[in-house]
């Protein structure tokens, strides 16, 4: 069974950089059974998918952060990452990794994820 485990800054000061690391185990990030994706939930709002990456190295974005948000992986470590540029306080959220089998049309529902993170609070404040 796979195993998703977040990493990174908790506070981010307001127009810079989120980044995010998710270090993947239990199979690697390359097979192609599974889609890999960043899903974040805002205080008190509902979970909302930023993006996901495939096992090769495809990359899919959310039409509404595509403009800030990059997906990258590091094979090497069996890790994939998120990085969101020019952040505000609207950014504060707790950020999940994710994954789910493959399909022929990448899922942007987070309900329907089988492996989750604990999560990481990030919070965007000067």
């Known amino acids: 069974q796979v195993q998703l485990q977040e990493s990174g800054p908790g506070l981010v000061k307001p127009s810079q950089m989120l980044s995010l690391a998710c270090t993947v185990s239990g199979d690697s990030i390359t097979t192609a059974y599974y889609t890999w994706s960043w899903i974040r939930q805002p205080p008190g709002k509902g979970l909302e998918w930023m993006g996901a990456?495939?096992?090769?190295?495809?990359?899919y974005y959310s039409p509404s952060l595509r403009s800030r948000t990059s997906i990258s992986r590091d094979t090497s470590k069996n890790q994939f990452s998120l990085q969101l540029s020019s952040v505000t306080p609207e950014d504060t959220a707790v950020y999940y990794c994710?994954?789910?089998?493959?399909?022929?049309?990448?899922?942007?529902?987070?309900?329907?994820?089988?492996?989750w993170g604990q999560g990481i609070q990030v919070t965007v404040s000067s």
């Open positions: 990456i495939g096992f090769d190295g495809s990359t």
């Open positions: 994710a994954a789910r089998p493959s399909s022929s049309v990448v899922e942007v529902e987070p309900a329907r994820y089988d492996y």
